[in-house]
């Protein structure tokens, strides 16, 4: 098997796995964050939280290495957006998904201690439990915006060069511009991140992510877009 078809089989894989630990980690995390008595619900299911944050460790993890795997293919086409990608989708995405489980982890602290307090006088207790969490909003939506551009890197990239099938591309663009949209609306406190019109609005590019993983792991790139790699070079504009 040849090094490109490992890369895209690895990259499919690596994208289910990222999308998966995604998911669990909200089902993990949003019981006990998005309850109206957060601070009790966390501490009630502190080691529940904990599992959430560290799914989100794994989904950044995987998630930053797809552009690791891409980038010795990418940057013989268009160099200068594989490393924008490897930044934002790479770096970027990854460090903001590290500091939102410290931020998750300093949650669960403060909840624990607010559980334990058994006294009327809670409030600054409630006050840093409301600002971790507000800090998690921010984070996720600062993180959403960063996944984002790198992914409209990708698909204008893979569209330009047909890697992969352009409506693949197409619906690419089309489903990350709505994630960013509720990144900015959330931004702007004018969306919550578990609300129904946030979920809805995010699963085309869930679904498009895993259309695109399993065809890379079944069909791999495009044969004669591949043949052409070393020689074209894709100019952006």
Sequence with gaps: MNTKRTA?????????????????????????????????????????????ALLVLTMGLALAMVPVMLFPILKKINEV????????RGALEAVLDIILVINWFFLITVSL????????????????GALFLKGSDSISAIAGIAFGLGALMLYYVFYQSK???????????????????????????????FSTMNSVMNFPIFLQEMVMAVWLIAKGFNPSAIASVPIKQIQAG
């Design 8 to 52: 895209a089989i690895i990259v499919g894989v690596l994208y289910i796995i990222g999308t998966v630990t995604g998911i669990l980690s909200v089902v993990f995390t949003a019981p006990s964050i998005n309850a109206p008595d957060y601070l009790t619900k966390v501490a009630a299911n502190e080691n529940q939280v904990t599992v959430g």
């Design 81 to 88: 957006l594989a490393v924008g990608y490897l930044v934002f």
């Design 113 to 128: 201690e607010y559980a334990a307090a058994g006294t009327p006088d809670v409030s600054s207790f409630q006050a840093l």
């Design 163 to 193: 890697l992969v099938p352009r409506w693949i591309s197409i619906w690419g663009v089309i489903a990350i511009l709505l994630n960013l949209t509720t990144c900015i609306l959330i931004i702007f406190h004018l969306q919550s991140p």
